[in-house]
């Protein structure tokens, strides 16, 4: 089954469909009021996020486990976690919002 890249309005989702009719139904079904601005089919299988492009090259902590926990802690409220992440880790505001939102995107 293919893998796509479902870009709406304010999201993008990667989801695996078996046309791009069904991978456009998926984001009308998570974000009923949102169009779909861009549809990319991906190729290959898999789906990979490189910490590296993101800034996130801190070895000394795992900033996916620190943002999950600040996002679990936030109840999911995107600012919030990244203010959060900001005081646990002292890093920036732009590297905090990276990290903080592609580990939205993994569904913490």
């Not at 293919?2 to 309005?9: A, G, K, N, R, Y």
């Not at 679990?72 to 505001?93: F, P, Q």
Request: proline letters at 4%; one cysteine or more; glycine letters at 6%.
């Amino acid at each position: 089954m293919p893998l796509f890249e479902v870009e709406t309005e304010a999201h993008i989702i990667i989801t695996w469909a078996d046309s791009e009719e069904a991978a456009s139904g998926v984001a009308q079904d998570s974000y009923p009021t949102e169009s779909v601005v861009r549809m990319t089919k991906r190729p290959r299988d898999t789906w990979v996020i490189s910490k590296g492009v993101l800034g996130i090259t801190d070895t000394k902590t795992d900033p996916c486990s620190v943002a999950r926990d600040c996002l679990s802690k936030a109840s999911g409220d995107k600012v919030h976690a990244i203010r959060l992440y900001m005081h646990e880790t002292g890093t920036d505001l732009e590297k905090a919002r990276k990290v903080i939102e592609s580990n939205m995107v993994m569904g913490w």
